[in-house]
């Protein structure tokens, strides 16, 4: 099947930084990628649409300006969290969808887990 | 909005037997997904069902599309060992795009 990266798979980092995390598609170029959330116990939880060349879609409760997503390219979408703050931690999610196919697919990728202190 | 619910949240099984978790959704799916994600790992696409009624099979999975497109299950068979993890469904609706997950089923399997 197709192949989705992440990267940095884990990352640490004081309360107030950044934290750039990056997606990307192996093998096949993804217009949408779709940027989870997922606590520990919990179940993934849609934060945003991105779209290749466009402004992302933020799902309610997301704050646009705290998790600034760009989708430059056909293989590559970036998820920033700018300020983070220790509630911040938890494991983040890419999926790119296959496109052009009537039963679409969505592959995730390893995912990252951030820890702030 | 659109919800997924998914049951039971926990199931401790003995080696051998079956299981099956339930999945609805307050809406008309398009299509539903099913994924397992091991401990400290990521989800794993498993199967995609689109028409209604469907049934597929993989070895001993066996993965149910409700006639209404509003509920499906996931039943596996003589339950092993390499089978625990957290299996999720996810819907999708055809007028938003968006693939929306249960809660998950953790599968905890005793040797």
């Known amino acids: 099947g197709a192949v989705v990266s992440q990267h940095p798979s884990r990352v640490i980092c004081k309360s107030g930084t950044s934290v750039k995390i990056e997606c990307r598609s192996l093998?096949?170029?993804?217009?949408?990628m779709f940027w989870y959330r997922q606590f520990p116990k919990q179940s993934l939880m849609l934060m945003a649409t991105?779209?290749?060349?466009?402004?992302?879609?933020?799902e309610q409760g997301v704050e646009k300006d705290k998790f600034l997503i760009n989708h430059a390219s056909l293989t590559l979408s970036t998820l920033t969290v700018t300020s983070a703050h220790p509630e911040d931690s938890s494991f983040y999610i890419c999926?790119?969808?296959?496109?052009?196919?009537?039963?679409?697919?969505?592959?995730f990728g390893p995912g990252t887990r951030l820890l702030v202190l | 909005g659109q919800q997924v619910m998914q049951i039971p949240q926990y199931q401790h099984v003995q080696e051998g037997e079956d299981f099956t978790t339930y999945c609805n959704s307050s809406?008309?799916?398009?299509?539903i997904q099913w994924y397992k994600q091991r401990p400290g790992g990521h989800p794993v696409f498993l199967i995609q069902?689109?028409?209604?009624?469907e049934v597929k099979k993989q070895k001993r999975l066996t993965f149910q599309f409700g006639e209404a497109k509003k509920n499906s299950s996931l039943h596996i068979t003589a339950t092993q060992t390499t089978d625990v993890g957290t299996y999720f469904c996810?819907?999708?609706?055809?007028?938003?795009?968006?693939?929306?997950f249960g809660q998950g089923t953790t599968l905890q399997v005793k040797p």
């Open positions: 999926s790119a969808r296959t496109p052009g196919l009537v039963q679409e697919t969505q592959y």
């Open positions: 093998d096949f170029q993804a217009t949408t």
């Open positions: 991105s779209n290749e060349g466009s402004k992302a879609t933020y």
């Open positions: 809406t008309t799916l398009s299509n």
């Open positions: 069902l689109v028409k209604s009624g």
């Open positions: 996810a819907g999708r609706t055809s007028n938003t795009g968006k693939l929306i």
